[in-house]
């Protein structure tokens, strides 16, 4: 069992910078693929970046290329997301989940676990 614990929301101006993090309990905290997804209000979820257990592998929606980078450190059980130039519409509850598999996948039902999400509005 994981537990996913996000932080780091709140509401940022356009062209700022946030950065989310995701501890995680249980000592296999490394072997799982980490994963960042997004909600907005009426729409699906979707996926934002992951990485894999080792933190060398790495998949972006092509949305946040460029903006936004996932890592994560094993020592500290803890997966973050560092948004760079937000724009009004990356607001939504972000979400953070853990998959077993070892591959990088960016489809939410593959994921096994997740956090209960952190708000993120970007607004003047």
């Known amino acids: 069992q994981v537990q996913l614990v996000e932080s780091g929301g709140g509401l940022v101006q356009p062209g700022g910078s946030l950065r989310l993090s995701c501890a995680a309990s249980?000592?296999?905290?490394?072997?799982?693929?980490m994963g960042w997804f997004r909600q907005a209000s009426g729409k699906e979820r979707e996926f934002v970046a992951a990485i894999s257990g080792s933190g060398r592998n790495t998949h972006y929606a092509d949305f946040v290329k460029g903006r936004f980078t996932v890592s994560r450190d094993v020592a500290k059980n803890t997966v973050y997301l560092q948004m760079n130039s937000l724009k009004p519409e990356d607001t939504a509850v972000y979400y953070c989940?853990?998959?077993?598999?070892?591959?990088?996948?960016?489809?939410?039902?593959?994921?096994?676990?997740w956090g209960q999400g952190t708000q993120v509005t970007v607004s003047s």
């Open positions: 249980g000592r296999t905290f490394s072997s799982y693929v």
């Open positions: 989940a853990a998959d077993r598999y070892y591959l990088v996948r960016a489809a939410s039902h593959e994921y096994d676990y």
